[in-house]
């Protein structure tokens, strides 16, 4: 397709457990981010990449997340025993600097239930 | 932290009336940008305004930006139901590394037929 997916759509997990999100960004866009909504604390920035490289990773909450792009493509969030904050959607957005840098293309967001 | 903090929190309108929205943010900014969200899930690139303009337009969206008083109004005129969502500004700060947006917590906009 032609903008940012996200699978899974829903994801409901117990707590402890490990869970895995990914993102398709748009073909050829070098940047993607990554960020959190939630009730508490609205939209937050989590990471950034350029390339397959992750210059800023400051919104990262805690040593249980992390992320990683492979082919300057595909990037998938990996959270690691999930705790119940961690309830949330999962944005991810690419964006270029062909296609107009500043503008971020967001996907539909993969929504994170941790019982 | 959040940047950006819109006003009002929520909104509700008659079909055909406009709407008004401001943004207040902190620090000095590269541009800012207004988002629209649908049912809580992915969000849709509106307009954006760099810092040395002061206001822009889109179809029926009018964006203004004072740096001055470190504000934004978002006018959407001629409503219409198809406007209901939440709409976010965001920012991208002055001097940052990236472009990673930095978003306030977004205004209810309901449009009643």
């Known amino acids: 397709g032609a903008g940012v997916s996200q699978s899974p759509s829903n994801k409901v997990t117990e707590k402890g457990k490990d869970v895995e999100l990914r993102c398709d960004p748009i073909?050829?866009?070098?940047?993607l981010y990554w960020y959190r909504q939630s009730l508490g604390q609205g939209l937050e920035f989590l990471i950034y990449f350029q390339g397959n490289s992750a210059p800023d990773k400051s919104g990262l909450p805690s040593d249980r997340f992390s992320a990683e792009r492979t082919g300057g493509s595909v990037s998938t969030l990996t959270i690691q025993r999930t705790q119940q904050e961690d309830s949330a959607v999962y944005l991810c957005a690419s964006s270029s600097v062909t296609g107009g840098w500043e503008t971020q293309y967001f996907g539909p967001g993969t929504r994170l239930l941790v019982l | 932290s959040q940047q950006g903090e819109e006003d009002p929190q929520a909104l509700s309108i008659q079909e055909g009336e406009n709407a008004t929205m401001n943004c207040s943010y902190k620090?000095?900014?590269?541009?800012l940008q207004w988002y629209r969200q649908n049912s809580g899930r992915g969000l849709v690139h509106l307009i954006l305004?760099?810092?040395?303009?002061r206001e822009k337009h889109s179809g029926r969206l009018r964006v203004t930006l004072d740096t001055s008083k470190k504000s934004s109004s978002l006018l959407i005129t001629a409503s219409r139901a198809a406007d209901t969502a939440s709409y976010f500004c965001?920012?991208?700060?002055?001097?940052?590394?990236?472009?990673?947006?930095?978003f306030g917590k977004g205004t209810l906009l309901t449009v009643n037929p």
């Open positions: 305004i760099r810092s040395n303009e």
């Open positions: 620090t000095s900014i590269n541009n």
């Open positions: 073909s050829g866009h070098t940047a």
């Open positions: 965001a920012t991208v700060l002055r001097g940052g590394s990236n472009y990673k947006l930095t």
